[in-house]
């Protein structure tokens, strides 16, 4: 991230929110966050603009090789959208500040929702390579809160409630969407952990005792911060690899992205129809 250390941080977001605005005056309904493997949704958006990371001011740069690393302006499902094809994670090694930055700009932008999707592993011995699971609640693993320091008084509360991360009537619509198309996907609690490794066979273990369905390494920043600002949230996994005991193999990238691929028309269709219903 480039920072001036004479530049506050709401400051910069401040800067990079006016820079967008310049380049794209429409004010975006929904902002879109493409996990690993996952940006074709891009492919059904009616484009309007395109701006790689590295030309916002203030903006992180994507260092994960399967994320683009652009804002995507345009509309899909006959709302104005703006879409993160590329995000990025704590273990890249940027601050939680730095990491949720950009939902700070959207919600500046104007968007009134925020749709979240990621890659992560199965824990739930149901779950087969493709499926999507429609997050209904988290458990926070990572060793840093986003709004930890001084609150952002002007974005929200110092102790905004968490007992519905998760927009319970887009969760609903969602399973009911996915019933009636034939699309396999359950609702489920998402891990976050900090990464990169993947996980060992005892913490999968571990993280399934404690009440958990998928494991990933994003998503619940982001969600924390879109909460803190009162902004609801959707969020879905693709299924990319299994976790539950006798189903763990080692797993590379490569197949990590095939299982994205796999999840991804039916990923598109739902978030499609959910952001027509809105």
Known sequence: MRIEEEISYTD???????????????????GIILGTGLGQ??????????IPYDMIPHFPLSTVESHHGKLV???????SVVA???????????????????????KKLGISHLF????????????????LMVIQDHIDLLPENPLRGKNL??????FPDMSEPYNLAL?????????KNGIRAIPGVYVAVQGPNLETKAEY??????????????????????????????AVSAITDLCSPGKVKKISLAEVLAGAAKAEPGMSHLIMELIKGL
């Open 12 to 30: 910069q977001i401040e800067i990079a929110s006016e820079y967008l605005s310049s380049k794209h005056p429409e004010k975006p309904q929904v």
């Open 41 to 50: 949704l891009i492919n059904h958006m009616e484009v309007m603009l395109e």
């Open 73 to 79: 302006f345009g509309r899909l499902s006959g709302k």
């Open 84 to 106: 993160m094809q590329g995000r990025f994670h704590y273990y890249e090694g940027y601050s939680m500040q730095q990491v949720t930055f950009p939902v700070r700009v959207l």
């Open 116 to 131: 979240v999707s990621n890659a992560a592993g199965g824990l739930h011995p149901d779950f087969e390579i493709g499926d």
């Open 153 to 158: 008084d002007q974005f929200g509360v110092r």
């Open 171 to 179: 969760v609903k619509k969602a399973l009911e969407i996915t019933e």
């Open 205 to 234: 273990k571990f993280l399934r005792t404690i009440g958990a369905d998928a494991v990933g390494m994003s998503t619940v920043p982001e969600v924390i911060v879109a909460r803190h600002m009162n902004l609801p949230v959707f």
